[in-house]
């Protein structure tokens, strides 16, 4: 099986288990080792990194939140498949959230001139006020700002 042979390469490091299994699998995902619509079994998945079920349940929940991994009720998880509507939609989105990230974002490295000299990017971000407890007070909840 293909999937054995991705493992076997990979070495597990020091650290939480299923962030390691989550990041080999989500890259196995991302590259096309695990196909859309394959079904990930968790005992055949822990089997082949030589670990308990519990971290790869963990992994396989966690991909499943951020949507690469469907769970099926009493069917089980499989690679999640996206139309080539979703996939569209999905990038407008990204590039829109990227936009509003601001200037250090990926999006604003990659805008064209044009659109950087919008009246928007002229906003810049101001200094926060800090909160400081009151020194008179023995309660908590007496704060004044610190300019």
Do not use: W
Not at 127 to 145: D, H, K, M, N, V
């Amino acid at each position: 099986m293909v999937m054995t042979d991705a493992l076997g390469t990979a070495g597990l490091q020091r650290g939480l288990l299923s962030d390691q299994i989550y990041a080999l699998i989500k890259a196995m995902i991302k590259d096309s080792t695990l196909a859309p619509g394959e079904q990930l079994v968790e005992s055949q998945l822990a089997r082949q990194m030589q670990v308990s079920q519990a971290p790869v349940r963990d992994a396989l929940k966690r991909l499943a939140h951020e949507g690469l991994v469907s769970h099926v009720r009493h069917q089980g998880n499989f690679v999640a498949s996206y139309s080539a509507e979703e996939a569209a939609q999905a990038k407008v989105a990204r590039v829109e959230l990227e936009g509003l990230a601001g200037p250090g974002s990926p999006a604003a490295r990659s805008t064209p001139p044009a659109a950087k000299s919008s009246p928007d990017s002229s906003r810049r971000c101001t200094r926060r006020p800090r909160l400081r407890i009151s020194p008179g007070s023995a309660s908590s909840t007496s704060r004044s700002i610190a300019r």
